[in-house]
């Protein structure tokens, strides 16, 4: 599992800005494609592609990645 955090939302053009919250840990469904995109569970519960450069990874123990999955998806 991995997480990043939202540091940045500028220049989403027609991502929707409201579905992401700076500072905010979000868990990777899948890993930066070509297009320089990633796919995480928004604030919305469903998960979308995102730029990656808003994101920032975040370093977390195995312990911890399972309970903040388990957190994040209730």
């Not at 027609?14 to 990777?28: I, K, N, P």
Request: glycine fraction near 6%; aromatic fraction near 8%.
């Amino acid at each position: 599992m991995k997480f990043v955090v939202c540091v940045s939302r500028e220049g989403l053009g027609v991502f929707s800005a409201d579905d992401l919250t700076l500072g905010r840990l979000y868990e990777v469904v899948a890993p930066i494609d070509q297009h320089g995109t990633m796919r995480i569970i928004d604030d919305s519960g469903e998960d979308y592609l995102y730029p990656a450069s808003l994101f920032e990874a975040v370093d977390v123990q195995e312990p911890t990645a399972i309970r903040l999955h388990a957190l994040l998806a209730a």
